[in-house]
């Protein structure tokens, strides 16, 4: 059988399945088990104990040669944090056509292990901003594993892209590997200091933060919503710490301002669920603009 039509037939059986049960989204090896029940693989492969291997290499195989986003839209399977290490999830979604499969397959997209970067070289990342956001996201600088990686919230304990995805502010598939794929979902990333990571032995000073740049740029896109990530933000561009977080009586320009718990794992003051609601208050403030 052909790649094109195992992905078809896998997706018939697993996509049946869950309209079927009213399912809306499976572990890779629950998964497998529908695939190997329809004909489609067989799990001969793989250490003993391991049934859903079989399953999973072809998922691995699929993700290495076009990329995170082609995974999903060619299986609607989502990886954890978009990392090679994540555990795999089938979600509910229309499958592609033929045609589409195919035409996926053949524009070989970037696979994961050649992944451009988006900039020269240093800490500095590209901010993702462009004309008609609903919210930019504000970080103070780039954290030293993001700067490495060259993407956004890249460090494994930082849960920015749980939040975003689980408060429904951008799809299922965007994460730190395919980060651009945010402005799809009328979301930016920016943030204050653009030539210096945060270390945990040189952390930025006040000079590194170039304020007057950034309201520029805010002035220049117009998002509805300029969303800081953590208090500090907040402070190093207004001079004082936000009164609490959710909607700022401050403006940048013609931008409301919403103040974030910081998404970073080190923030132990508030739970993930805390934070979490306070992302979820955002999405129905962006609804009502």
């Known amino acids: 059988m052909e790649l094109a039509d195992q992905i078809i037939a896998i997706n018939g059986a697993i996509q049946g399945y869950m309209r079927t049960h009213g399912v809306h989204a499976l572990k890779a090896d629950e998964a497998a088990e529908i695939v190997y029940k329809a004909g489609i693989l067989t799990p001969n492969a793989g250490p003993r104990g391991t049934p859903g291997f079989t399953f999973r290499q072809f998922l691995r195989d699929i993700r290495d040669s076009c990329g995170y986003d082609a995974l999903y839209k060619l299986l609607g399977a989502k990886q954890a944090h978009n990392l090679p290490q994540g555990h795999y999830t089938l979600l509910r979604f229309d499958s592609p056509t033929r045609e589409s499969v195919t035409g996926l397959l053949d524009s070989k997209p970037s696979p994961v292990t050649k992944l451009p970067m988006q900039t020269e070289g240093g800490d500095q990342l590209k901010d993702y901003l462009e004309v008609g956001l609903d919210v930019v996201f504000v970080g103070t600088s780039v954290g030293d594993e ?20 689980q408060a429904n502010l951008v799809s299922d598939i965007v994460g730190a590997e395919n980060d651009h794929l945010i402005l799809e979902d009328k979301c930016g990333l920016a943030d204050l200091v653009k030539r210096k990571a945060a270390r945990s032995d040189s952390r930025p000073g006040k000079s590194d933060f170039d304020i007057e740049d950034f309201r520029q740029k805010v002035q220049r896109y117009k998002p509805k919503v300029v969303a800081f990530n953590g208090k500090r933000a907040f402070k190093e561009v207004f001079g004082h710490d936000p009164a ?14 919403f103040v974030l718990p910081s998404s970073s794992g080190s923030d132990t003051k508030i739970t993930f669920d805390e934070k979490l609601d306070w992302y979820r208050k955002l999405n129905a403030f962006i609804r009502t603009l």
């Open 244 to 257: 609490d977080y959710g909607v700022s009586d401050k403006d940048i320009a013609d931008s409301f301002v």
């Open 146 to 165: 993001s700067a490495r990686h060259q993407r956004y919230y890249s460090h494994p304990t930082n849960r920015f892209w749980d939040l975003v995805n």
